[in-house]
Each structure stands twice: as C-alpha cells, then as structure tokens.
C-alpha cells in the first residue's frame, strides 16, 4: 500500500482542528486502550517479540510490556495535574497583573522508532504525544517486522485512527514522512540517522527530541560488594537483550590490580545465570539480524583485540548468538573501542589509579549513561561532577530508566530532549506564556513624548523595587 | 575559527566556568558594563538606529540589568539538584536531578534590539557555566562595535568572546561544532542555522517572529482609550515596528473601527509628531534594504488606496511614518507577510470572535495580544488558538516578566528563555540515580522462571502486600488476561 502521506496529514490535521485529541476524556480513552492491548495481547507481543529478537518472556514482559503498562496508568493519575495551567508569581515591574503558564498540544507530531525495544520505545513516545494532546503517527523500526507489524494491527484495532497512525516501511516511506511538515519530531535511533532527520525538520523549523546513543561506560572501584555490583552489571548488558540496549554498559573501566578479580567475578555469575554454554540458555538473547551479527563479529576478530579476549568468542551465525564475551584492554584505536558496541562484547580497560578513568570517559564522546560501582563518597561526588552523560547511576546499571520522576534523555553526541513521566508530556506541550493585565493604574511614563522624568519612572519600574517606584511616581 | 573554538574548549575543561563564584563575577561584569558605559550605549543605539534614550533605557539596558540582578539573586538555588521521587521498590535509593552547563555554546544576536539580544542570552549562558561566542549582527554596527572593544574589559576574555562579521563569518562560525546555538531572528535564517546544526546535532534554540495580531474587543469608556493608547505604543514604541513581538496588525469590529482610527491618529501626533521629517522618539528604520522592503509594502495599488493616515518617507533619514491602514486587501504582502516596520494594518471584522479564524488562517505567532473584557472570548483565544504567548489587556510587557518563558511555537520558532528559563536552556539536566548494594532484589537475574516473572507483575503494579504474601508463598498467581 502506498503511503499517501497528504492524505494522511489531512486527516490529521482535520482531526487536530477539530479540538477532539485535547479533551481529557478523549486522552484518557487512548491511554486506557493502550492498557487493554497490553493486557489482552501479551502472549502476541511476547510471541513477536521471540520471533524478532529471540527475546526470552521474562525481558519481553518486564522491559517491554510492563513498561507500557505502568506508564500509563502513571498518567491516568496526573494528567488532570498536567493538564491544569501552573500559575507563575508576578513581580512589581508588571503590577498589576496575574500570570501563567499554559500546556497546550504541539499538533501533529511523528514518532520513529527503533528495533532494540521494538514494543516499549514506539509505545513509550506515543503516551506522551497522547497524553499532550496531539494527533501522531508511528513509525515502527522495519527491522523488526514481526513487531512492526503487530503494532500496526493493535493500534488500528484499538486507537482512534482519524488521530492515530501507525506507518510500516524503511527508508523509502520514512523519507516520505519526513518531507512533510510536523510539529515535533521524536526519534530514538543512531546518531547517523538522527542527523539525517534533525536536516529535514530544518526544512520546516520542526522541534526535535533525539534518543541517541553511545559508549556508556562503568567505573568499577575495588573496595565494593563485588557480587552485587558484578550481577547488576550483567543485567545491564546481557541481561538486557543481550548489550542491544542505548544505556547498557558498554565497556568497563577498572583499576590493573583489580581487574582479575572482576573478570573471575563476572565468569561466575555468568554461569550461575546462563548455565555453563550460555549460547543454549533461553535466558539470553540473539543478535537481531545478519547484519549486525557480521558487524560484531568484525569487531571481535580485529586483530588489535582477538588476542585479548579473556572469556566468551564463541558464535552460532545460524541462531545469530554470541556468547558473553570480555576482552581486557582493547587499544584505544581499535574498531571495539570507537563505536558504540550494542552487543555482548565487553571491553574491560585497566587504569592505574581509579580517578584516571574519568578522563578516559571525557576523551570520548558524551554518552548515553554513565554508571559508577564505588563506596568512596569523595570518587562519587568528582565522577557526578566531572563527567557528563545524559544520566547516570551509581552502583547501579540500566534502572535510572524506570524511575519516571527523572528525565531521560541525552546530552552531544548522545541526543537532546527527554522524556519519561512527566518529561514525556513537556516534550510533546508547548508551555503558552499568558500574562493577565487590567486597564488600571496605567502609567503616563510608559509613552511618548520621552523625557528624563519618565527615564526615571522606567528606571524604577525595571528594578522591581517598590519604593523606587513610588518615589519616581511622584517625581521624588 | 579552530584557535578560537579550541581556546574556548580549553577553559571549559579546565573547570573554572563550572564554580558559582566565577558565574557570578561575570554577571556582575555584564552589569558593570551597561551600568558604566549607559551614554556610550545610548550612543550606539543612536547611530544604528535612531534609539531615543528612554526606549534605549526600557528595551536593552534596563532589561540586561534585570536579567543579570534577577540570575544573581537566583543562582545557586538554580544550580542546587532537585530530588526525584522514587518507587519504594527501588529502597533504598535517591533521585536527582542536576543541571550542568553544556560546554561551548554559539549566540547570534539580531539588530533591532543589538543590546540586549546579544547580552540577555549571554546572560543565560553564563550562568549555567558555559564559554560563549557572541556574534553581534552586522546591521548594527555601532553596537557591534562597542561590544567587541568593550565587553572583554568586564569580562573573562578566556571564556567569552564576540565575534564580528556579516554572514561569510556566521557561516565559518556554523561550520565548527558547538554544543548549543541560540539565534534570534528571521525564519529563514532560522532554518539555515538549523540545517547547520544538524551535521553536529547541535541542539538549537530559535527566537522568530511572525505576524503578532492585536484582538480589540468592543467596549467603552477610558479604558478602551487606555487600550489604544498600549497598541500605539506597542507598534510603534519598540524600534518603530521593528520588533519580533511588536504588534503587527490589529483586529477589531466594524462598528469601532473608525473611533479606533481616530484614537490612534491622536496618540501617533502626541507621541511622534505628524511631520515625518521632524518625528520625535521614534526609531528610525535600520537600513535602506529594509527601507525599500517596508515602502514596498505600500506599492500595491489596493494597499495604498487602504492608507488612513500617514504613508510619508523620508528616504535620506530612512524614516517612514507611522502608518494606520483600514482593511487592505489580505492577499497583499503586507497581510502575508511580517511587515517588521511602522505600518498598521487594522482589519475590520462583524463579529471579533472571527478573528480567531482568521489568526489561525495564518503561521503560530510569538505573541498574541487581546484587549477585551469578555472572559468567554479569553477562554476561547486561551484554547483555540496557539501562539509563543498571550496577553490580556496590553502588548510588549510580557517580555519583561520573567515568570514567564519567553519564546515561540511553529514557525515563531522553539525553545525559550528569560529567568530561569535562560539557566534552563543552556544546561543539560543530568539525571542521577544513587543505589546502594544493601538489599538486593533476587528476581532481576536469570536463570528466569515463573515465580520471579509473577514478583515482577507484583513489583511494577506496586502491589507491595501481594509482593510480600508471594514472598512468603502465600499466594496464587493471578494471571489475567
């Protein structure tokens, strides 16, 4: 079916003017079939999910499904909250007056999304979009056509669609989409890509939020709950759809003298999770597709880093696996090392001192997340301060995201924007400034002719300063 | 163009811009630098525009002055992190949010307001922590000038640096990456600095414009003369028309239409005077491109025959006086067009609730102002029709409440600043979750099975009673479907 995208926008557009996306009942109606294809469809997405991205049911239901779910019904509880104008303090300067701050919905917004969290990141944005106000149209990650697809079924059965959309296809619809003229884009992908639509959003001054991407790294201190720290970094990288994740644990950084008790450390829990041949656990999953399966496997037999491999390696092209896998101290030049890995490699870069691995992080690019395993208060106080990343945790990998009281988004290469709870709502408002002024007490000094009295009056009235303005008012 | 962003790198790594007591200095800086150089400034806006003193004083150095005191009285509370409320789940644990400044930042100012859209920004940048480069606009000159020569003696020439030049230097300046670039001016310059961007993906915020309407309702007595009286001074007080929120044309009903006229033909003569070669406190118009742009407005034949009042130039001044138009034909450039100059269009409609229709025929605006009593009609202008800002009852002032973000939505542009919004826009807000290693939750690591699938369901409807009957084996799954 070729996409008409006119005729799409028009509807839209039709839709949007027609003031039915900004009622709150009209809102909450969206947000509550949302839930109900969460609950009534979770063997279906589970089921796409397995097929797409061999992704085990426990992963599909608690990074992907729950998600949503809980999302939602955090919504359904503020959005009168959100909705209501926030009331902002005026000053003498503008006396009398009252003031505040309006959400309203942007319009007509798009939403791209990615094939990690196939399910999860399309439905995330949307909330926000819906709960905002606007009409939207999704764009599902092609590369995962399973779920693509799914979703294209769900919310055609479920949503409203003269308001929402959902739009299959890869670069040849979604340049299609993105010649036409939106009033916001939200895209979660690479930076390569991002760039891309940040150039055709200019085109039509179009606002943007990028979830980007890049090199999370983990300072690992010595003196700390090793167990702990080393079974939470597993569920960061591949616990969490095997590294295919934007704030997964990318690499490590770890002190020389303790980096053998941390590699002896993560091959024991790994095995205590996946068995002893991981490539057979149901636990743990696949690489999505050939391509990206190639693409790590270059980055593993680079012969700057196939020597230093200290467990894993092992790979299955026909399941598309590869197994754990730890490589101490890739050189700084190699493939490994300057992209972002989104897989089950784990590069583990050994430095003298701890403190040193804060300017190993700043010499590369600003990522996604940043985490810090420490006990060492004065460490953890130069690491929030001196390195900069969309978000962070400390001793702790991943969870930041599900606390929807903090934004989450990037910084540089990583992106800009965020969202989440609230955020998600912001994102997708335009905060309307309105100022209330009567007829009353209207001052003389304000108009022409100029003269040094009311230079005066003016002076007075800018410092805010009450007295100065009486003074000036009766020409003292 | 690399020495300099390369410098401006290197005192940002080295930290200083990061303390409170460095911010501080140099918001005191900028404050110092308009409070001690006021005649050199009002000079300045003499020269490139015709600025009289008074409308110097209220539009650039009064609000640099209150923007720098108002950050300086706020700044560490800005800079404090705020606490995120977090999920008993995650107990125990802690949430913030920190601001930090984003690193280098480009601002290019416009040439209406020279000043202070060059400084007001600056302003925000300092604050949150950030080295600047601060391209002036090459249409101001004097202005340009006297920044260049005179802003690195009150402030830290390490970490702050103006630029001038036309656009072959914006461009070398848009080649480089930055990590945020604030522009104030034109869509279509707009859209080429954001194009720019893109290949860093530099975020952007931009301040346009576009066609800021007037709604005057119908109502009597001295407060409609009050009304007329802000429209006049909110067209032509800021920079003679030349303002992005300056009034652009002005909707009313037919039958108030010539009284409207007739007030505003007096307030043009008391506040300018009527011979436009002698006008009084009132700019002039900045260059003779832009001359020849606004009288060209005025060529198509419909459009002159709307003239009401006015229509003269002085073309060796570059003046042009202000001019009052009744119903010119709306498909003419000046209805399709930001007319940015001294001419008033005033559109007469039957019923004023048309006028919402007829603002929403055209791009999102910065501003809408409506002078009406009629709180339905507020209600309805609130909701139907979306604009940067609305105000009741008056023009311009809104840009001097700080309470208030400042800026536009579509095609008036995106992102916002003044107050803390200036802080906000140049920091990036960090997200911080402190975890410690006591109380560990088994059922987040595999090997995966069903009873740690049914602790999740539990944990993330924050059922903690269910969670700690499951705990004990006390309770049978309940799979719903």
Redesign the interface.
Known sequence: MALDAEAVMKELRSTYTS?KT?TFEWRVSQLKALIKIT??H??DIVEALRSDLNK???EA??HEI?GI??EC?FVLKELRKWMKPEK????M??FP?S?E??S?P??VVLVISTWNYPFYLSLNPVIGAIAAGNAVVLKPSEVAPATSSLLSKLLSQYMDTSAVKVFEGGVPETTILLDRKW?KIFYTGS?KV??VI??A???H?T?VV?E?GGKSPAVVDSN??LK??V?RI??GKW?SNSGQTCVSPDYIITTKAFSSQLVDALKDELE????KDPMQ?N??SSIINSHHFDRLTKLLDDEKVSGKVVFGGQRDKTNLKIAPTAILDAPDDSLIMNEEIFGPLLPILTVDKIEDSIGRI?SKEKPLAAYLFT?DKKLEEEF???V?????????TV??L??N????GG???S????YHGKFSFDAFS??????????AG?IDA??????PR??QV??AL???NILSIIRALFGW | MDRLEEGLRKTF?C?KT?EVGWRKAQLRGVLKFVEENESKIFEALKQDLGK????A??DEI??V??SA?NCLNNIEKWMNPKK????LL?FP?K?E??P?P??TVLIFGSWNFPISLALDPLIGALSAGNTVVVKPSELAPACSSLLYSTIPLYLDAEAIKIVEGGSDVAEQLLERRW?KIFFTGS?RV??II??A???H?T?VT?E?GGKCPVILDSFSG??FK??V??I??GKW?PCAGQACIGIDYVLVQQKSASILVELLKN?IK???GDNVKNL???CRIVNKQHFERVCNLLEDPGVAASIVYGGSFDRENLMIEPTILLDPPLDAQIMTEEIFGPLLPIITLDKIEESIDFINEKPKPLAIYAFTKNDKLKKQI???T?????????AI??F???????GG???S????YHGKFSFDTFS??????????FL?LEP?????NDF??EF??LA??FNYIGLLLHLLGLRTPNR??
Not at chain 1, 88 to 91: F, G, L, N, Q, R
Not at chain 2, 444 to 448: D, E, I, N, S, V
Request: net charge positive; glycine share 12%.
């Open positions: 003031g900004r609950t009534h979770e063997k085990p049911e426990y239901f608690v729950v779910s809980s019904k902002v303090k005026t000053t300067t503008t007056s003031a701050i309006v309203e942007l319009g009033d930076g991002g760039r940040l150039a959003a200019a085109k001054l606002p990028l980007l700390i709950n702990v720290a079974r597993i569920s616990g205590k999770f996946y068995g656990s636990d743990f700043n006990n929030i301060k001196n900069s990343a969309g978000g962070m945790a400390i001793n702790d969870l930041h599900a606390v009281s903090l934004p989450f910084v540089g290469e992106g800009y924007g965020a335009h905060k309307k400034a309105v100022l209330h002024r009567t007829f209207d304000r108009y022409p002719p100029y003269n009311k230079l003016i002076k800018l410092s805010g | 790594r930290g990061k009289h003193p008074v409308e004083y209220r009064g609000v002055k209150k005191e995120g409320k977090l999920p995650l644990s949430g949010v920190l930090e984003l690193g990590d869509p707009g859209r954001m194009s961007a893109a290949k993906l975020p931009l346009l001295s407060d009050v009304a009286n802000r006049a001074g007080g307030c008391r506040y300018y009084q406190s009132i609130l909701q139907e979306s604009s940067g800002s609305v105000t009741f009852n008056d002032i809104q001097i409440c700080d309470a208030l973000p400042f939505v579509g095609q542009g995106f992102g916002r990036h807000e960090k997200a911080v979750l402190h975890r410690s290693f560990e987040r690591y595999p090997p995966w740690k699938l999740i369901r993330y409807s719903s479907r």
